[in-house]
């Protein structure tokens, strides 16, 4: 039996400040696929939160509870560590992202226990982002954790000072 | 071409030493996934090892590099060459928060290659997590088929599900 379902994708096809890719609502693993995510202002970030159901809607969690450690790999210069405890988000690859034709930003992320109400909320990471002052790939290697027992449904892909302009994100559960 | 998953096994296990998934590993697949969403210790790391038909491989053939990454402090490199099992691929010190293990295991049925794989893990702690990206390989070509996890702690409960992975 495939184990892989699709659960959720989103395809940007015109501006907006956020995507939530929500749609988490058991207890299997998922997980989070986003290619070709572009923005519209060169210099210009996306970071990352989890989310949760707050009065019927999936609301961004904002609590200084992010800890996270990535390796940032880069073609053009040392490897950086990417490391914080007590944060309000992840940023992708700790980069300012290229806005120019043909750059953007990709992720693999795995979520795990985001259902569970009295466990913390996990991904591990992957991404790949094109940095506007290296003018090349940087990319994260680590995970992070969401240090509140609470349930979460997903995540929000958030642009600090732009818009989102395109891309895909879809989400899978991995089914038991 | 596309790629699918299939579950082959759940395992879980409650104040054990060891687990084992026996008969796991076949000619079916070449490429399996490995998730863990439990790993609980009071204070405690997991590590595996493969089996094969006699039990569990314990000899001195198992390569890793494993980069230690802390949210909270620095980051470590351990390298281990000659040992007698893979890790860590967890840690925990706070009892029942989950856990979260991802393992790529490459050729383990293949008797006429050396067995490889990859895993990543958000580890569980009290002061941040310490998350892991790492390598490893079974210097011994023969057939594995199966998968052992281990600590020198008490496991209070682990949850592994071990998929295959075929092209169609």
Redo the contacts between chains.
């Keep these: 039996?495939?184990?892989?379902e699709q659960v959720k994708s989103t395809t940007v096809t015109s501006a907006v400040s956020s995507v939530i890719m929500d749609g988490v609502t058991t207890?299997h693993?998922y997980m989070l696929v986003g290619k070709g995510i572009t923005i519209n202002t060169d210099t210009a970030y996306l970071h990352t939160r989890f989310t949760k159901v707050v009065s019927g809607a999936s609301q961004p969690q904002t609590a200084a509870q992010y800890?996270?450690?990535?390796?940032i790999l880069k073609p053009d210069g040392a490897f950086e560590?990417f490391?914080?405890?007590?944060r309000t988000e992840m940023y992708f690859a700790n980069s300012p992202i290229g806005a120019s034709a043909g750059e953007s930003s990709s992720f693999v992320y795995?979520l795990?226990?985001f259902n569970?109400s009295?466990?913390?909320?996990?991904?591990?990471i992957?991404d790949n982002v094109f940095n506007s002052t290296s003018s090349t790939a940087h990319g994260s290697?680590?995970?992070?954790?969401y240090?509140v027992?609470e349930a979460h449904n997903g995540i929000v892909i958030t642009g600090d000072s732009t818009t989102i302009t395109g891309g895909t994100i879809t989400l899978y559960k991995?089914?038991? | 071409m596309s790629t699918i998953l299939e579950l082959i096994e759940t395992k879980t296990a409650t104040s054990v030493s060891n687990v084992s998934i026996t008969n796991c590993f076949s000619a079916d697949y070449d490429a399996y996934k490995v998730i863990l969403d439990t790993i609980d210790f009071a204070n405690g790391g997991l590590n595996f090892r493969l089996m094969n038909a006699s039990g569990v491989v314990s000899s001195s053939h198992y390569d890793d590099a494993v980069l230690l990454m802390r949210s909270y402090g620095v980051f470590g490199e351990n390298k281990t060459l000659s040992g007698t099992e893979f890790g860590q691929i967890g840690f925990s010190d706070l009892s029942n928060k989950g856990g979260a293990t991802v393992i790529d295991i490459y050729n383990p049925f293949n008797s006429s290659l050396y067995t490889a794989a990859n895993w990543q893990n958000a580890g569980v702690s009290s002061i941040g997590t310490p998350a892991r990206k790492a390598i490893g390989l079974l210097r011994v070509a023969e057939s594995h088929t199966g998968i052992n996890f281990l600590s020198s702690a008490t496991i209070l409960n682990i949850r592994a599900r071990v998929y295959g992975v075929k092209a169609t």
Excluded: K, W
């Design positions: 039996m495939e184990a892989i207890d693993v800890d996270f450690a990535n390796l560590n490391a914080y405890p007590s795995y795990f226990n569970n009295s466990q913390y909320s996990y991904i591990t992957e290697q680590g995970a992070m954790q240090g027992a991995i089914n038991n």
